[in-house]
């Protein structure tokens, strides 16, 4: 297995998936779930919507994942995981963010993903600290039963970068 890091917008990565870091709606939303939202065109909103809800207006809890093809990315699937809000880390947001790398495998695997990108879930607009958010995701795929033949993580700034890549040393 290779891993990677990159610094690029995640819609661009010529791999078999991309990882959306999703609200629990995934009717699409702002930063990454908003990017690829448009760069993937009507028909990803279309597929969310026929996915099932397991209460109202959730479709995707925290920590778990759900994925659909990739309409116009160059990516054959989105796997879309939600992380969780960091409320101080004591309700459970570590566990929840390992979760959603878990889950994101475990779908890859059960398609058949060679190549995977992730962005750094949790750690935009709900307020992860990037290095801890960074070190939960580099730990995850490393203690992960099964990987991809290769991982990248695509990094949105020069901070994130380096936090991945400090740690991939």
């Known amino acids: 297995m290779r891993i990677e890091v ?13 990882v959306n870091s999703a609200n629990e709606s995934l009717l699409g939303g702002g930063g990454v779930d908003g990017a690829i939202h448009r760069a993937a065109g009507p028909r990803l909103l279309a597929a969310c919507r026929l996915l099932p809800e397991t209460r109202p207006g959730v479709r995707c809890p925290t920590g778990e994942a759900r994925i659909t093809s990739g309409f116009d990315l160059p990516a054959r699937f989105v796997i879309h995981t939600v992380g969780p809000v960091w409320r101080g880390g004591s309700h459970r947001e570590p566990d929840l963010l390992a979760a959603c790398y ?4 475990n779908l890859a695997r059960e398609q058949g993903v060679d190549s995977i990108a992730f962005p750094a879930i949790s750690a ?3 307020g992860y600290p990037l290095d801890e958010a960074a070190r939960i995701a580099v730990d995850g795929i490393r203690r992960a039963s099964w990987r991809p033949e290769r991982v990248v993580f695509c990094t949105f700034g020069a ?4 936090a991945y890549e400090g740690l991939l040393r």
């Open 159 to 162: 901070s994130a970068t380096a």
């Open 6 to 18: 990159t610094q690029a917008d995640i819609t661009t990565l010529a791999v078999d998936a991309i």
């Open 102 to 105: 878990e889950n994101c495998l």
């Open 124 to 126: 935009g607009v709900y």
